[in-house]
């Protein structure tokens, strides 16, 4: 029960910078996308893959998917969750808090039930991966989970490293560990830079509109 509420904690951890010390390059964490560490890991047989679709939604269901990123630690425990991606058919507001918080505690409670065991000693090594969950009618589920789709996990957790209009959380201290090429980083940060730019600039052009606007309509000058 204690690592299902770390979970869930984690989860919805703040994104920042760790304070941890850098590790060597040696040493960082292989990152993996999803479906792509079967060279190292497999799970365990009988793991459950996908959690039931959330009662209190049941009655009036959308089709919804999320992309869970998480670490496979050297034990075959999962850890470190993170929520890298996620859709609903029906409105995808972040203002529905409570809506995405029961999917997402769906999600971690099922990974952080997960094990894995190595193909060899040597193959017992850390690696961060991803995983995604599918909500819904299962008829719909291979489009559901288009929606979802992340083709370069490394690239995704670079751009949410550095641009705040993702709204998505990592764990913390983790992105620190990842073994992420500089050059990804770089084009992230620089991209998420340009689009700062572009934003700020939009928000002084429609300022400016509204300032016009307020003056178009205010009354004329008295003459008294």
Not at 54 to 77: R, S, W
Not at 181 to 195: A, H, K, L, N, Y
Request: neutral net charge; glycine residues 6%.
């Amino acid at each position: 029960m204690g690592g299902i509420m770390r979970a869930r904690t984690i989860l919805f951890a703040a994104l920042v910078a760790a304070a941890l010390p850098a590790l060597a390059a040696a040493d960082k964490i292989r990152i993996a996308d999803e479906g792509k560490i079967g060279d190292a890991w497999s799970l365990v047989p009988g793991t459950q893959l996908m959690p039931p679709y959330p009662e209190a939604y049941a009655k009036d269901p959308e089709e919804v998917c999320m992309v869970v990123g998480y670490l496979v630690n050297a034990d075959g425990t999962t850890s470190d969750f993170s929520l890298l991606k996620s859709w609903a058919s029906g409105s995808n507001s972040r203002s529905r808090k409570d809506f995405w918080a029961d999917f997402a505690d769906l999600s971690s409670r099922a990974l952080a039930q997960w094990h894995y065991a190595p193909k060899d000693a040597a193959s017992a090594k850390p690696v961060y991966t991803a995983a995604t969950f599918v909500f819904g009618t299962p008829g719909a589920a291979m489009a559901t989970k288009e929606h979802c789709e992340i083709s370069d996990l490394t690239e995704r957790l670079a751009e949410l490293r550095y641009n705040g209009r993702a709204g998505r959380m990592m764990a913390r201290g983790i992105y620190s560990q990842l073994d992420i090429d500089p050059g990804v980083e770089e084009r992230m940060r620089q991209r998420s830079i340009t689009w700062r730019e572009e934003r700020d600039q939009g928000q002084a052009v429609n300022s400016w509109k509204n300032e016009r606007a307020a003056e178009a309509n205010m009354p004329p000058p008295s003459n008294k």
